[in-house]
Each structure stands twice: as structure tokens, then as C-alpha cells.
């Protein structure tokens, strides 16, 4: 007889004023933000001017907006990059009365792809007037409850500057929490020749200041709406407002009130066994197109089951060759605890989903009962339902070995080598984080034993 499944239930309240600081930087991470900041205007009712359209009829949106009494709502982020081309189109575009103008900061010089010149040379001397409008946000909240960092790993202000910064959010703020979503180099698909040395050095640096890190690709990215939405040529913009519907149903319940909601610490204490292994898989369903809307409305078991499929994953990977070690599913829309229960029943009879064998076999599961918002014009069908499953499983030590052998072969050939030590690291800086991502995979094949 199969075991039951324990669902972990926990009706506690949604505290209200638990703010959330948004960090994006270089290229990917302003552009991510572009598409993350719509969605949640649209979700909140709120104009592209930050005023409000009925503040009757939405729920409290100071998780993530500061409000004033006129109606005047400011996002809660601050937007960085190392030159102002990519800042400058936010600044000239459909959203530029919403951002405050101190929270868009440009410098004038590119990172040029490099890791040092982002965490040394450049960094440096952007990090303390980003680090001043980061304190003066914090001002303005009466419960930080933590910071929610976007970048690409293998560019050199993502990668270089993004780290800089989470060690001084580290110093300056303690315990409190601070998550990522990194844009991780794709096995096939590659924009920049050295990613493999800028991501390597990054995850190394990141790995202590980090408490829970989302990854994602652009090439899993690319085929999720190649294959399930029917974009031929996706462009980031397709890609990003893809990611903003799976950050909006994780960030849903800080945001709106459900039956089961999860908090930032929730997913930490329920996603990350040891403090290196922090890296969940993420997963988003429906992934319906526009076109065939009227035609499919998915069943809670459709969502649960299409979460757990390979072609569903944001990054690449197979969670068929890999243990689950947790798993947290928050649902969004109408759904009663007991469909979901039945449902993942269903999964542990007819579906091999592994857990490790020192792992409980419960879920952690949230319901949120705002349903999610398509984006006007965007590739996702608009749904009552959706569900975004983040689970930490030992599958992705492939895409860390990916970019470890990348790394290894220029690394032994000292190919681009002069660029990295020309901006402030020594060889010894190269040696140690490769070996640091050597022991993390190591970490992930003792886990499956």
C-alpha cells in the first residue's frame, strides 16, 4: 500500500507590513524588473504612473509599494548598472513616473563581461552610493523582512557587482533574508565566451551571503516558449514576463491573503537542508499559450503533474535523474487543500518522484486565492489556476557540472586569464572558487547516496 502523502499545513496568518526590497543589476536584472513590475501594477491595480486605480478593491500592496495618502504608490527597489543604456530605456519608457528617480543607478563605464571589474575596479565605486539609497529604502519600512536580488551570474555586473553587494547586505543587515534569482549559464546558448568564469567565480563568492538561490536559464527558458507557448523567435521580453509570472506566484502570498501562506523564511526553513545546498529548481504551470485559452483550463492534478515534468523545469535539468530533498508547491486561484492532497497522492502512486531517504515525503504547500493576471499582448493564456513548485533536488548538480568543465578547459589552457588578473584577482582567487563548486557537486552525490 502506497504511503500517504503528509501535506504541511499552516493556517497562520499573512502579517500585514512585511516589506520586501527589490535588487536588479546589470543588463538581465533591469530587464527583469521591467517585466516583474508590470505584472505586479497590473496585479494591484495600479497605473504606470504609481497611482492607484481602486484602492477599495485590491488587497494591501505594502509589501512591495510605499504608499501615501494621495494614492501615490513607489516600488519598494532599486535598479542598478554599470552604464545607463539598459536603466535609460526604463527611464524613458512606459513605466517611468512609477520608479523613483534616486532608485535608477547608472555609472558610465560597462563591466565589459568581466567578473573583477564588477566586484573591483568598477564596483567599488558604485557600491556605497547603492548601498545609501538601499539604507534610505529601508527607512521607509516598518518590518524588513528581506531582499529579493535579480542578476545574471555570467555577465560582469550581475555577477561582479551583484555579489559585491549581497557581502555588504550581509555585513550592514545581518539575518536578514536574502534571496536570489540567478540567470545561469545554458548549456548550448551563450552570449558571452567567458560565462563560465564569471559565474564560477560569482557562485563562489555568493555561496555564504546567499540564503536560498533560484536558478534559471535562458536556454530552458527559450524552449518553454518555443515548445509550450509557440514562440518561435522569443525575445528577453518574452522570456522575462515568462520569469515574472513564476516570481509573482512565489511573492503572491506576501502580497495577498490565502488559505496557506508561505513567508520569505518559510522558504528557507523548508527549502534548504544544509546552508550550501540552497539552490531549488523552479517550475511554473500552466503554460498554456494566449491562442488556445478559451480551450484549456488545467485541474489541480493537470497543474501538480505538469510541475513535476522535465520540459516544465526554468533551468536545465532533469529532476528524473536527481532526489528531491524538499519540495514547497504554492497554488494560486480557487483551490481547496483537499484537491491538492488527492493530487499528490495520485503522484507518489503512479510517478517515480524520488525524496532522499532521510527526507520526510511531505510537501509544503501554499494557497494563495488571488488567481494570476496575464500580461495584455504576453504569451501565457490568462488561467484561474496556476502553480509555481520550487524544490530543491540533487538533478542540478549537472548544471553546475556543465559550467565547471567550461571553466576547467579555459582554465587550464590560462585562456582570457590576463583580463581577470589585470582588474584585481589573483590565481589563487581562480583556483579556490573552482575547487568551491568541485566540493558543492561533491555535496550533491553524497546527498543522493
Keep these: 500500500m502506497p504511503a500517504l502523502v503528509r501535506v504541511d499545513i499552516d493556517p497562520a496568518p499573512r502579517q500585514r507590513d512585511r516589506e520586501i526590497i527589490q535588487l536588479h543589476l546589470g543588463q538581465a536584472g533591469v530587464q527583469m524588473a521591467s517585466a516583474c513590475w508590470e505584472l505586479y501594477c497590473l496585479e494591484h491595480g495600479i497605473y504606470p504612473d504609481g497611482m492607484f486605480c481602486d484602492c477599495s478593491i485590491y488587497e494591501d500592496?505594502?509589501?512591495?509599494?510605499s504608499c501615501d495618502r494621495t494614492g501615490q504608490c513607489v516600488p519598494r527597489v532599486l535598479l542598478v548598472d554599470l552604464e545607463p543604456s539598459v536603466v535609460d530605456e526604463i527611464r524613458l519608457g512606459t513605466y517611468r513616473e512609477l520608479f523613483h528617480p534616486n532608485s535608477l543607478l547608472t555609472g558610465?563605464?560597462?563591466?565589459?563581461?568581466?567578473?573583477?571589474?564588477?566586484?573591483?575596479?568598477?564596483?567599488?565605486?558604485?557600491?556605497?552610493?547603492?548601498?545609501?539609497?538601499?539604507?534610505?529604502?529601508?527607512?521607509?519600512?516598518?518590518?524588513?523582512?528581506?531582499?529579493?536580488?535579480?542578476?545574471?551570474?555570467?555577465g560582469g555586473t550581475g555577477a561582479g557587482l551583484g555579489t559585491l553587494m549581497l557581502e555588504r547586505l550581509g555585513e550592514d543587515f545581518g539575518?536578514?533574508?536574502?534571496?536570489e534569482f540567478d540567470i545561469f549559464p545554458s548549456p548550448k546558448?551563450?552570449?558571452?565566451?567567458?560565462?563560465?568564469?564569471?559565474?564560477i567565480l560569482a557562485s563562489h563568492v555568493a555561496m555564504e551571503h546567499s540564503d536560498c538561490t533560484f536558478v534559471l536559464d535562458n536556454e530552458a527558458l527559450y524552449d518553454v516558449c518555443d515548445r509550450n507557448l509557440n514562440v518561435r523567435e522569443p525575445t528577453y521580453t518574452n522570456l522575462n514576463r515568462l520569469v515574472a509570472q513564476a516570481v509573482s506566484c512565489i511573492t503572491?502570498?506576501?502580497?495577498?491573503?490565502?488559505?496557506?501562506?508561505?513567508?520569505?523564511?518559510?522558504?528557507?526553513?523548508?527549502?534548504?537542508?544544509?546552508?550550501?545546498?540552497?539552490?531549488?529548481?523552479?517550475?511554473?504551470a500552466p503554460l498554456v499559450p494566449g491562442s488556445m485559452a478559451r480551450h484549456e483550463q488545467p485541474t489541480t492534478s493537470q497543474l501538480t503533474y505538469e510541475c513535476f515534468e522535465p520540459s516544465s523545469q526554468l533551468v536545465k535539468c532533469d529532476p528524473r535523474t536527481?532526489?528531491?530533498?524538499?519540495?514547497?508547491?504554492?497554488?494560486?486561484?480557487?483551490i481547496a487543500p483537499i484537491e491538492i492532497n488527492r493530487a499528490l497522492q495520485e503522484m507518489r502512486t503512479n510517478r517515480s518522484?524520488?525524496?532522499?531517504?532521510?527526507?520526510?515525503?511531505?510537501?509544503?504547500?501554499?494557497?494563495?486565492?488571488?488567481?494570476?493576471?496575464?500580461?495584455?499582448?504576453?504569451?501565457?493564456?490568462?488561467?484561474?489556476?496556476?502553480?509555481?513548485?520550487?524544490?530543491?533536488?540533487?538533478?542540478?548538480?549537472?548544471?553546475?557540472?556543465?559550467?565547471?568543465?567550461?571553466y576547467q578547459r579555459m582554465y587550464d589552457r590560462k585562456a582570457f586569464f590576463y583580463h581577470y588578473l589585470n582588474e584585481g584577482l589573483e590565481e589563487q582567487d581562480l583556483t579556490e572558487a573552482i575547487e568551491n563548486i568541485r566540493t558543492l557537486i561533491k555535496d550533491y552525490e553524497e546527498i543522493e547516496k
Design 61 to 65: 500592496c505594502s509589501a512591495f509599494f
Design 252 to 284: 503572491a502570498s506576501l502580497r495577498f491573503s490565502g488559505a496557506i501562506n508561505v513567508d520569505l523564511l518559510e522558504f528557507q526553513t523548508n527549502l534548504v537542508p544544509f546552508p550550501r545546498i540552497h539552490y531549488p529548481l523552479v517550475t511554473y
Design 353 to 406: 518522484v524520488q525524496f532522499v531517504d532521510w527526507c520526510p515525503t511531505g510537501f509544503k504547500i501554499g494557497i494563495n486565492f488571488q488567481a494570476p493576471i496575464a500580461v495584455p499582448g504576453a504569451d501565457l493564456a490568462r488561467s484561474d489556476l496556476a502553480c509555481c513548485m520550487l524544490s530543491n533536488n540533487t538533478a542540478i548538480k549537472s548544471a553546475w557540472t556543465r559550467v565547471a568543465e567550461k
Design 175 to 179: 539575518k536578514t533574508s536574502r534571496i
Design 189 to 199: 546558448v551563450s552570449p558571452v565566451i567567458v560565462e563560465p568564469y564569471n559565474a
Design 322 to 334: 536527481g532526489k528531491y530533498m524538499s519540495c514547497c508547491l504554492l497554488y494560486r486561484g480557487n
Design 108 to 154: 558610465c563605464e560597462d563591466a565589459a563581461s568581466n567578473f573583477g571589474r564588477g566586484h573591483y575596479r568598477l564596483g567599488q565605486t558604485m557600491i556605497e552610493p547603492a548601498m545609501d539609497r538601499i539604507r534610505k529604502l529601508c527607512e521607509h519600512c516598518s518590518s524588513l523582512q528581506g531582499f529579493m536580488m535579480f542578476h545574471s551570474v555570467g
